[in-house]
């Protein structure tokens, strides 16, 4: 999946501004063209995470052609395909093997049980809040 950005051009003292129409509020820079880009890359990455966290949909990114004719505040702005990896999209279950300690592993069971989790639930839970 490619995610179109318009890059406002930087100068020797200015960043790249980075902008993805498509994901409302979703912006980034960087020093050079290149940081630009990867910095987009990531902050389109903690947009989709944060929006499916918090149960919202996922865009689909629109035409970036479309984008350049109705966007006219970018008019004068480079316009780019950013790649999403797919599995940031996927919440497919997935077991896992994992090895703890026994004394780590009836800590863990304990703070599940005490929250009325799963172990497994637990996990998730933590893992997304931090």
């Known amino acids: 999946m490619r995610y179109p950005v318009a890059i406002e051009p930087g100068t020797h003292t200015e960043a ?17 063209m290149d940081e630009a880009l990867t910095n987009a890359e990531e902050a389109i990455t903690a947009w989709i995470e944060a929006a499916l966290d918090s149960g919202l949909e996922i865009p689909q990114p629109s035409d970036i052609d479309a984008l350049r004719k109705t966007h006219k505040a970018y008019k004068s702005w480079v316009w780019a395909l950013i790649q999403v990896d797919p599995s940031v999209l996927d919440d497919t279950l997935e077991r896992v093997n994992i090895s703890l300690p026994r004394r780590i592993l009836h800590r863990l069971d304990a703070h599940a049980k005490a929250a009325g989790e799963s172990r497994s639930g637990f996990i998730a839970r933590m893992a997304l809040e931090h």
């Open 16 to 32: 790249f501004g980075v902008v993805v129409p498509d994901l409302a509020g979703c912006f980034s820079a960087g020093d050079t």
